[in-house]
T-cell receptor, first 113, second 114 residues
Framework: AQRVTQPEKLLSVFKGAPVELKCNYS??????LFWYVQYSRQRLQLLLR??SRESIKGFTADLNKGETSFHLKKPFAQEEDSAMYYC???????????????FGDGTTLTVKP | DAEITQSPRHKITETGRQVTLACHQT?????MFWYRQDLGHGLRLIHY???????NKGEVSDGYSVSRSNTEDLPLTLESAASSQTSVYFC?????????????FGAGTRLSVL
């Protein structure tokens, strides 16, 4: 069974400080990992996906298959980064779970001025 | 522009009543999902559909049902609303390109069962 764990429900940092939101997964195949973000009063939206290997709003995330992790990082947090962040896993193509992503419980990030 | 819309945005109902939450997408996506979002539980999958006439149970499906009569709509019905179903409900859709899915979410429906 696939599983996504976000160990921190709440994370608070000061503006300008580095931030890391942790995500660990368990899956027997080759998954794709995503980070979704939900800003206050907005809908959940994709932040980034590991296959794109890009930086969005200063955030990056590297898939570490050895540690089965996909931590989200930003070197200098901004107040506008305050939001709820969800890590999600999409299974390999095909199979009974194709198209069905598994989400972690989410981490609420607060960036203080 | 393609989008996914949910209605109503807010709903208050009484215990025991039947409630239907609407979800409509114009992405022409095959896959549609219903989640509930609760403090301490994150997003939990209620039901999902891979196409017309296809529906599947998620991890918290008890007390809920869905139907998929066309590509665009996946209404969620609470057969007999219970206070435990007070939550924020999100609908999402995805296309399943090569099985690597980005999900697109609606704005959510906040349901209160009194």
């Amino acid at each position: 069974a696939q599983r996504v764990t976000q160990p921190e429900k709440l994370l608070s940092v000061f503006k300008g400080a580095p931030v890391e939101l942790k995500c660990n997964y368990s899956y027997s195949g080759s998954p794709e990992l995503f980070w979704y973000v939900q800003y206050s009063r907005q809908r959940l939206q994709l932040l980034l996906r590991h296959i794109s290997r890009e930086s969005i709003k200063g955030f990056t995330a590297d898939l570490n298959k050895g540690e089965t992790s996909f931590h989200l990082k930003k070197p200098f947090a901004q107040e506008e980064d305050s939001a709820m962040y969800y890590c999600a896993l999409s299974p390999s193509q095909g199979g009974t779970n194709a198209g069905k992503s598994t989400f972690g419980d989410g981490t609420t990030l607060t960036v203080k001025p | 522009d393609a989008e996914i819309t949910q209605s109503p945005r807010h709903k208050i109902t009484e215990t025991g009543r039947q409630v239907t939450l609407a979800c409509h997408q114009t992405w022409n996506h095959n896959n549609m999902f219903w989640y509930r979002q609760d403090l301490g539980h994150g997003l939990r999958l209620i039901h999902y559909s891979y196409g017309v006439q296809d529906t599947n149970k998620g991890e918290v499906s008890d007390g809920y049902s869905v139907s998929r009569s066309n590509t665009e709509d996946l209404p969620l019905t609470l057969e007999s609303a219970a206070s435990s179903q007070t939550s924020v409900y999100f609908c999402a859709s995805s296309e399943s390109k090569g099985g690597r899915d980005i999900q697109y979410f609606g704005a959510g429906t906040r349901l209160s069962v009194l």
